[in-house]
């Protein structure tokens, strides 16, 4: 059954479902609050007498598969989780009038955003009970197979339980990635497409990148960030301002007044790489436990009466305590309580106590090394003196801090897609400011805009000044494409040459060996400057090993290839493979080539071994990286 009241001939307004009865058995009792895909009513079961959430989906949206999917898979994934933090959803179904609607367990209570506004920056054991809830809550999601990909402070909410006034509750899965049965399971967003509120996403997540379970811990590193704060690290007006910041830039240092120990686990959740965070829920909760723990009982972060750790949750033992002139404190470890007897111990355990004579004195083995140790720490300390007082190394000193201006950074990460205005502003900052990554933004910005002269142009002109971007793999694989072009092919060429290095070798090898896909005369050319100065100067001991080795080969005498196998052995790559395997051939030689041209070889184990380093070390790659930054545009 659907609506009790018939449907206007247009679409009735949020408020106009109040006093209606959903489904035959939901009477909608006010309005909670409408968005553009659809509104959230108060609701009682009208059997039960029991108070629910019900979300109806607008009618206009059930036009568009993609938003029926993900409200149908909010309801999976709430009905999956199955955990006392987790807000549980009870029904789903259709409507007469082909809307949706979807029953959630009915929470009353703020929101954590507007516990934060409302109270500023909390207390660190109300910030860690809370995160711990948090982390419960995801831990039974990631153990269903489901990431939420949008946790933030507003789907965070509190509610009063017996034991606490702050029992969390995880809601609104409504972009959850849920892993579902293979035969149903499709993927509802594409890579390159961002979905999520960008103040709480994880760097990947804004690239428009896979995610996993890592980047909700992403976001709950955020939102303990926030909650100890009162702020939120990233916060800014304009959204490519935020998604900027997420994935470039490190927060702003917490405040002194908070112990290391929440520092660390901030830090922690906020790698930008999701290998360097903590791996997973658990292993965060487990954190947070032993930071309740090592605060103690009396300490402001310790469970109180009032918390909100769940009824049920066993922390670790509180650690042991000592009396001090009658009064109750914490035990000390032993070498803070008795350092002179704790060090005397173990310079008798390590034989320090031993004397050594020196001319007509006999002194401990332990005075020594302390001396030995006191001189070490000196020759150290002047040779940075002398570093500091010398300016340091000349190519460190000329390169520019990172840009810190959120500014800077936005055009930064459009230029580097090819925002034309974007690189036109960044081109008008003086050349002498610019960064190595203005300037790497500038160059494939120009390259993505086909404009092949001025990005080969603002490469020579950015390598000359900072050689450290020719060794960029973005860098690399610009000009690598630009040597096989008619038209600025010669110039990127010279520019491996005379200024890459062993990569720009590397490159111009690159070029010669894969001749059959280079514009017309580019292989011969590559090969040309390959054996010219300075590139020859410059040719990677792995490059040098495959060209003696080629060169070698032209001689017929096995006798001096095999003296040559053990140096190639240590240097070689993938790119000899070839080469040697036709090493291993037994035949070409003499009468119908039948005999072994390398039969000396046959004997040891170079060989054998050349080939083993060759395959273990991969060939240079001049592909483009995998990783693209992708952000909106602006919004005006």
Avoid at 40 to 67: D, G, I, N, Q
Avoid at 172 to 189: M, N
Avoid at 566 to 578: G, N, Q, T
Wanted: a negative charge.
């Amino acid at each position: 059954m659907g609506l009790v009241s018939e449907p206007s001939e247009t679409e009735p307004g949020a408020d106009d479902l109040v006093g209606s009865v959903l489904a035959g058995r939901y009477r909608i009792v006010s309005l909670l609050g409408a968005g553009g895909m659809g509104a959230v009513y108060r609701a009682e079961h009208v059997h039960m007498r029991k108070a629910v959430a019900v979300k109806v989906l607008h009618r206009e949206m059930t036009s568009m598969p993609e938003v029926v999917a993900r409200f149908e898979r909010e309801a999976v994934a709430a009905a999956r989780i199955e955990h006392p933090n987790v807000a549980a959803a009870t029904d789903f179904g259709s409507l007469e009038n082909g809307s949706f609607y979807l029953a959630l367990e009915f929470i009353e209570g703020d929101s954590l955003a507007q516990r934060i506004k409302k109270d500023g920056a909390f207390e660190e054991g109300r910030a860690l009970r809370i995160a711990r809830q948090i982390a419960e809550a995801l831990s039974a999601a990631h153990a269903a197979g489901i990431v939420h990909r949008d946790l933030k402070p507003d789907n965070v909410m509190l509610v009063e339980r017996e034991s606490t006034s702050e029992f969390v509750k995880v809601l609104d899965f409504g972009i959850a990635k849920v892993q579902l049965e293979a035969t149903s399971d499709q993927p509802l967003t594409q890579m390159g497409v961002v979905f999520g509120t960008p103040e709480y996403m994880s760097p990947e997540q804004a690239r428009g990148l896979e995610v996993d379970a890592r980047t909700d811990l992403y976001a709950l590193g955020l939102i303990l960030y926030e909650m100890v704060s009162g702020v939120s690290p990233f916060r800014h007006e304009d959204l490519v301002a935020v998604l900027t910041r997420q994935i470039t830039m490190e927060p702003p240092p917490l405040p002194e007044s908070l112990s290391d120990g929440i520092k660390e686990l901030v830090a922690k959740l906020l790698r930008k790489d999701p290998a360097e965070r903590l791996q997973t829920a658990t292993s965060v909760r487990d954190q947070i436990d032993v930071l309740l723990h090592n605060a103690g009982p009396a300490s402001s972060v310790g469970a109180a009466p009032n918390s909100g750790t769940p009824t049920g949750t066993v922390l670790p033992a509180t650690r042991s305590r000592v009396q001090v002139d009658g009064r109750t404190a914490l035990a000390l470890p032993a070498l803070a309580r008795e350092p002179y007897r704790v060090l005397l111990a173990w310079s008798a355990r390590l034989g320090l106590e031993r004397r050594l004579r020196v001319g007509p004195y006999a002194v401990p083995l332990g005075a020594v090394l302390g001396l030995a140790l006191l001189l070490f720490v000196a020759l150290g300390l002047a040779a940075a003196l002398v570093a500091v007082s010398h300016g340091g190394p000349p190519e460190a000193a000329a390169l520019p801090p990172r840009p810190q201006d959120p500014d800077v950074l936005t055009l930064v990460s459009q230029a580097e897609n090819g925002d034309a205005n974007a690189l036109t502003a960044l081109l008008a900052r003086p050349e002498r400011k610019r960064s190595l990554i203005e300037w790497r933004a500038l160059g494939h910005g120009f390259c993505l805009q086909e404009d092949a002269k001025q990005c080969l142009a603002i490469y020579a002109a950015g390598i000359a000044q900072h050689r450290e971007i020719g060794s960029d793999q973005r860098v690399l694989s610009d000009i690598r494409r630009l040597a096989e072009r008619l038209d600025v092919g010669e110039d990127a060429m010279q520019l491996a040459a005379q200024s890459l290095g062993p990569a720009g070798a590397d490159l111009l090898f690159d070029v010669w060996e894969k001749g059959k896909t280079s514009a017309a005369g580019a292989s011969n050319r590559a090969r040309a400057l390959l054996d010219e100065e300075p590139a020859k100067a410059h040719v990677s001991s792995a490059l040098r090993a495959l060209l003696l080795l080629q060169a070698a080969m032209k001689k017929p005498k096995c006798s001096e290839l095999k003296q040559l196998m053990p140096d190639i052995a240590r240097d070689v790559d993938e790119r000899s493979l070839s080469t040697l395997a036709r090493l291993s051939d037994r035949r070409g030689c003499g009468f119908l080539g039948l005999s072994d041209c390398y039969a000396c070889l046959r004997s040891g184990s170079e060989l054998g071994k050349a080939l083993d380093a060759a395959k273990s070390h991969p060939r240079p790659n001049f592909n483009a990286p995998s990783e693209t930054i992708v952000l909106p545009k602006a919004q005006h």
